[in-house]
Nanobody, 124 residues
Framework: QVQLVESGGGLVQPGGSLRLSCTAS????????IGWFRQAPGKEREGVSC????????YYADSVKGRFTISRDKSKNTVYLQMNSLKPEDTAVYYC?????????????????WGKGTLVTVSS
């Protein structure tokens, strides 16, 4: 069964950190573009970051640049999103998906294999 599974969400205070994981099963992430997305209550889903597993290029939305880092571990078939200096506005359900094309740093197209998401809550 082809699927992506997110994990690592939770409750964290403003200024804190979390690391999200996106693990693939049923297929390899090699040569795939994997994107992280988030959807806050009452808002549309937005692109956060993505990584090309073929060349390692990374892309970040302006709202997270300098605070979030996307990385990969090919041996674990996993992509990570390290989130530092978290803000209340980062509160959302975070999803990962395969991406066909990177249009801009925060706009991607051809998404598929969506995970079920992991909730990140930033609150004191």
């Amino acid at each position: 069964q082809v699927q992506l599974v997110e994990s690592g969400g939770g409750l964290v205070q403003p200024g804190g950190s979390l690391r999200l994981s996106c693990t693939a099963s049923g297929f390899t992430l090699d040569f795939r573009i994997i994107g992280w997305f988030r959807q806050a209550p009452g808002k549309e889903r937005e692109g956060v970051s993505c990584i090309s597993n073929s060349d390692g290029n990374t892309y970040y939305a302006d709202s997270v640049k300098g605070r979030f880092t996307i990385s990969r571990d090919k041996s674990k078939n996993t992509v990570y999103l390290q989130m530092n200096s978290l803000k209340p506005e980062d509160t959302a359900v975070y999803y990962c998906a395969t991406v066909r094309t990177v249009v801009t740093n925060s706009r991607y197209s051809g998404m598929d294999n969506w995970g079920k998401g992991t909730l990140v809550t930033v609150s004191s």
